[in-house]
């Protein structure tokens, strides 16, 4: 009992310098807020020595076979990737950057973190509403649910334009 104690210990001491992993992976889209989960991603790697995973997805409708040639999708996903090594190489790791093509996103991304045993996922996610409620994206949640390892979700900041939105009060009740 007493050495579970001291590693529970340990670990709140580690957990204080912050949090710092050997190897992340961030999926990307091409959306306005890749960059920042991009930048989120390398801060957290522990060393030089670190590996940071970008992925593009490309999910294919089943009307299209798996390994259909889509030069403009896969033209855009380089495009994507380019930028993010550019912002990556800013920091010292190991980079790795790929291009997948799946029927589905989610299930691509726990797969390859499982692939790749990597200590998180850092995804980023932008404010959507579905008849007037918030939503994610269809991958989020399967991610969240499956994924081995910890998940680091980004929402980018409200703006003053999303509709009826109302800020939650936190106050206590007397």
């Known amino acids: 009992m007493l050495n579970r104690i001291k590693q529970a210990a340990r670990r709140r001491d580690q957990d204080r310098n912050g949090i710092r992993m050997p190897s992340v992976l961030v999926p990307v889209t091409g959306a306005v807020h ?6 989120l991603g390398c801060e957290l790697l522990e060393s030089s020595q ?7 997805v490309i999910e294919v409708s089943r009307e299209h076979p798996l390994d259909a040639a889509m030069n403009s999708v896969y033209m855009s996903g380089e495009r994507v990737l380019n930028k993010m090594e550019e912002i990556a190489s800013g920091y010292k790791c190991i980079l790795n950057a790929e291009i997948v ?3 589905k996103a989610g299930a691509a991304i726990v797969r390859e973190a499982v692939f790749k045993e990597v200590d998180a996922i850092v995804m980023g996610s932008s404010y959507q509403e579905t008849y007037g409620v918030y939503t994610l994206d269809e991958h989020i949640p399967y991610v969240l649910r499956h994924a081995p390892c ?5 929402r980018e900041p409200l703006t003053t334009e999303v509709p009826n939105q109302r800020v939650p009060s936190f106050e206590r009740s007397r």
């Open 34 to 39: 890749d960059e920042e989960v991009v930048k």
């Open 50 to 56: 670190s590996n940071l995973h970008i992925l593009y």
């Open 101 to 103: 093509q799946v029927r």
């Open 150 to 154: 910890r998940v680091i979700l980004s």
